[in-house]
């Protein structure tokens, strides 16, 4: 009895799992049975842990991306905090010059989105949205004035 319920369990979370991919508009890769992004197929180094390292202009804090997430690192305890959680695929992100805002790329499955996050007040306002795929959000001074450019 005690096996058929943990047989259920399992049935139902994997059942479950399945319904709870994530769907978007890039091809899937033939031969897997969840999505792959073609960049992770070909390069699988960069699907293997954290990307896009950003070091704090400020203080000992590092952003990174990891499992569509981005995360903030303190690099004296080691311990890091996610600080995004929608559903789409955040990436790429980089720190205001102050190190109070980031900018990062947000993938909806529909758009690609450019999030600008404040880090006191944890509201994000999406800046640009297109459907455009290779975006990079910096934060650039020109004659002594901060502004946000998309390389």
């Not at 600080?83 to 790329?105: C, R």
Request: charged share 20%; glycine share 6%; aromatic share 12%.
């Amino acid at each position: 009895m005690k096996n058929n319920f943990l047989l259920a369990v399992a049935f139902f979370f994997s059942a479950w799992a399945t319904q709870a991919q994530w769907t978007n508009r890039y091809p899937k890769v033939e031969g897997y049975g969840h999505h792959v992004y073609l960049e992770g197929y070909d390069f699988p180094v960069l699907n293997a842990g954290p990307l896009d390292p950003a070091p704090s202009p400020v203080n000992n804090m590092l952003l990174f991306s990891a499992k569509g997430w981005l995360w903030m690192l303190d690099t004296n305890s080691l311990e890091a905090e996610r600080i995004t959680s929608s559903a789409g695929m955040d990436s790429k992100p980089n720190w205001a010059p102050s190190g109070e805002k980031i900018v990062f790329v947000r993938d909806n499955s529909i758009n690609t989105q450019i999030v600008l996050l404040d880090l006191r007040s944890k509201q994000e306002i999406v800046l640009v949205d297109t459907d455009a795929v290779e975006l990079d959000p910096v934060f650039c001074t020109l004659r002594g004035v901060c502004l946000l450019c998309i390389v």
